[in-house]
């Protein structure tokens, strides 16, 4: 005779989309309400998921939106130098405006602040991310550096905070009704301002190829 349990008895087949659909969720509700505003009632609703199975997964809403930036963080596609500083540096600016005027712009906003605000929260995720932007950024410069196109001695963290910076208080003081004028040349003022950079930092563009 046949141990096999009855389906109803063996409960519910495992949902292949319950961890991506979760995540995408937890950064939608973070975006929105951020950190003091997070629930995981609103979460199980949004996501069409039971809080225990949230609870059962990741245990805390804590450790649920660190999951939810660490997967977002890997996510995105790595930056491949082209070998020219400024077309490198308008690339770099242009995916900065593009994350902040994207479906996940609050998520970075809200992110970088609160993970000075609760560093042990969100600082780890954060700091990663940090990292991986730096790297690429200090690349550039140093490969700028070489090239001729920057004098000896150029700061690649001053380079890349001052494309950042411009670009993040940009976003931030732009009024909403302005912001999908701004989505609109979003590739021209990313080369207004690598070029803004560029000046400050002495660029000297590449003598053209004989």
Same mark, same amino acid.
């Given at each position: 005779m046949s141990s096999a349990l009855p389906r109803s008895a063996r409960g519910?087949?495992?949902?292949?989309?319950?961890?991506?659909?979760?995540?995408?969720? #937890?950064?939608?509700?973070? %975006?929105?309400? %951020?950190?003091?505003?997070?629930?995981?009632?609103?979460?199980?609703?949004?996501?069409?998921?039971?809080k225990a199975?949230?609870?059962g997964k990741w %245990?805390?809403?804590?450790?649920? *939106?660190?999951?939810?930036l660490t997967a977002w963080r890997t996510s995105l596609p790595p930056f491949v130098e082209c070998g020219s500083l400024r077309r490198d540096l308008t690339e770099l600016a242009a995916r900065s405006l593009d994350t902040y005027l994207g479906p996940q712009g609050m998520v970075m906003l809200r992110a970088r602040l609160e993970a000075k605000v609760y560093p042990e929260l969100f600082?780890?995720?954060?700091?990663?991310?940090?990292?991986?932007?730096?790297?690429?950024?200090?690349? *550039?410069?140093?490969?700028?550096?070489?090239?001729g196109e920057l004098p000896a001695g150029t700061s690649p963290a001053l380079v890349l905070?001052?494309?950042?910076?411009? *670009?993040?208080?940009?976003?931030?003081? #732009?009024?909403?009704?302005?912001?999908?004028?701004?989505?609109?040349?979003s590739a021209e003022y990313a080369e207004t301002v690598a070029d803004f950079v560029l000046a400050a930092a002495g660029y000297r563009p590449p003598a053209p190829a004989e």
């Open positions: 519910r087949p495992p949902d292949p989309d319950l961890e991506a659909r979760v995540l995408a969720a #937890t950064l939608d509700v973070y %975006g929105e309400v %951020g950190w003091a505003g997070f629930s995981l009632d609103v979460l199980a609703r949004r996501a069409r998921v039971g199975a949230l609870y %245990g805390s809403k804590e450790r649920l *939106i660190v999951a939810a600082g780890a995720a954060m700091e990663d991310l940090e990292r991986l932007r730096k790297r690429a950024g200090r690349s *550039i410069v140093l490969g700028a550096i070489e090239r905070d001052a494309v950042a910076g411009i *670009i993040t208080n940009h976003v931030l003081t #732009t009024p909403p009704d302005k912001m999908a004028a701004l989505a609109k040349r």
